[in-house]
T-cell receptor
């Protein structure tokens, strides 16, 4: 069935380091892809999205490109900050039939000053 | 304030008891979702509803039921709680469409003892 697999965490980096969080998916058709972020003690909020192949979503310095050939949607940021510490979730919106929104297992990111 | 509201915020429940988690949104979103969040397992979809009057099963529906009598409300019921249902529960809603984001409630922390 449709699923999302994220790289396992936790991930710990120093401030200004380069970040990559891997996400791959399995789906029929052409799903939409999202990254959500959860700051401590809060609910999830949308970080960025892409709805078709080769689309690049971007927000707050984060980017992810919808790669249909590798079924991937990796999250990247060139220079992370302490305030980026959070849990990041990759998500897939299955569009054929029922619109189910499924999430990966989340990656906890900690940025040290 | 527009948004999505969950109640209660937290609850300790004796095993075998019945419990309904409430979720209300005032954004007139068609689709609503219930997830549980467990450490290391990310967000898992319990049930969803694409429109009032319809519901569907997600990844982990056993032991849970939902109803969608109107657009705004999407309660989740545990008929007879078990300790494995100890989790943080999130409700979300979105308008249907390829790129629309989901909005999340603040979560309900449920402990079954």
């Amino acid at each position: 069935g449709d699923s999302v697999t994220q790289m396992e965490g936790p991930v710990t980096l120093s401030e200004e380091a380069f970040l990559t969080i891997n996400c791959t998916y399995t789906a029929t058709g052409y799903p939409s892809l999202f990254w959500y972020v959860q700051y401590p003690g809060e609910g999830l909020q949308l970080l960025l999205k892409a709805t078709k192949a080769d689309d690049k979503g971007s927000n707050k310095g984060f980017e992810a490109t919808y790669r249909k050939e590798t079924t991937s949607f990796h999250l990247e940021k060139g220079s992370v900050q302490v305030s980026d510490s959070a849990v990041y979730f990759c998500a897939l919106l299955f569009l054929q039939g029922a619109q189910k929104l499924v999430f990966g297992q989340g990656t906890r990111l900690t940025i040290n000053p | 304030i527009a948004g999505i509201t969950q109640a209660p915020t937290s609850q300790i429940l004796a095993a075998g008891r019945r419990m309904t988690l409430r979720c209300t949104q005032d954004m007139r979103h068609n689709a609503m979702y219930w997830y549980r969040q467990d450490l290391g397992l990310g967000l898992r979809l319990i049930h969803y509803s694409n429109t009032a009057g319809t519901t569907g099963k997600g990844e982990v529906p056993d032991g849970y039921s939902v109803s969608r009598a109107n657009t705004d409300d999407f309660p989740l019921t545990l008929a007879s709680a078990v300790p494995s249902q100890t989790s943080v529960y999130f409700c979300a809603s979105r308008t249907q469409g390829r790129s629309t984001e989901a909005f999340f409630g603040q979560g309900t922390r449920l402990t079954v003892v």
